[in-house]
């Protein structure tokens, strides 16, 4: 009955790729093509700008029209695509976001987006959450000058993000960081001499790039 309701629970997040052996569940992480991901969304989670071909409005969830539930299950799954969070992690941060002073859907987001994964992706050293999250377990980012390979680790205000220095000149980092000049946002402030990133102030709700309604997200978990 358990094994039963993980998979119906799994098939309806889409979130797990898995393999049933010798009673026990197997679990990896998200498979399904990003941009396919993106136009099931109906929103652009990556930022690329051949995501949302071949999606007219319509035929994205977003478009469709659906029941109260099924909206605040969509926007959760946004954030959990935007962020790379499975369900357990989501759970976590949305129990913490509670006990803050601040409203619980500002404090989930804002807490979310100092992630040290988001922030090396926000800064510009990898062009997904996914290859940010890979830099940092492989040792590539340094915080304040100390190497952290956890992605999780929460970024305070006036924290350095910076590239190791033998990752510097690894083309594909360096075209990533030089080729997002343009694209600033009011927390972070880059240094393009020596490859680093500040966060300057804690993000402000209209500032972060993410189109979601936060609130129906936690509607979903207060009934």
């Not at 969830?61 to 909206?71: D, H, I, N, Q």
């Not at 290859?131 to 992605?151: E, F, Y």
């Not at 972070?188 to 500040?198: A, L, N, P, V, W």
Request: include cysteine.
């Amino acid at each position: 009955m358990i094994l039963k309701f993980i998979i119906i629970y799994a098939m309806m997040e889409q979130v797990f790729d898995f393999t049933v052996k010798e009673g026990f569940i197997h679990m990896a992480t998200r498979r399904e093509p990003r941009f396919k991901l993106c136009r099931r969304l109906g929103v652009n989670i990556f930022g690329h700008p051949k995501a949302m071909n071949r999606a007219p409005k319509e035929h994205s969830r977003s478009g469709r029209k659906t029941s109260e539930y099924g909206l605040q299950l969509l926007e959760k799954q946004k954030i959990k695509a935007y962020y790379g969070l499975f369900e357990k992690q989501f759970v976590r941060y949305l129990k913490n976001a509670k006990k803050s002073k601040e409203i619980t859907g500002v404090a989930l987001l804002k807490a979310l987006e100092c992630r040290l994964d988001n922030l090396v992706y926000r800064i510009g050293f990898a062009i997904s959450i996914r290859q940010a999250r890979q830099m940092v377990t492989h040792g590539c980012i340094l915080v304040n000058g100390k190497r952290v390979d956890i992605p999780s680790c929460a970024i305070k205000v006036n924290d350095i993000i910076s590239l190791k220095e033998q990752y510097r000149d690894n083309e594909l980092f360096k075209n990533n960081f030089l080729e997002l000049k343009s694209f600033d946002l009011p927390y972070i402030e880059k240094d393009f001499t020596h490859f680093s990133g500040k966060l300057t102030k804690a993000p402000a709700r209209e500032e972060i790039p993410i189109e979601v309604n936060e609130i129906l997200a936690i509607e979903l978990y207060s009934k």
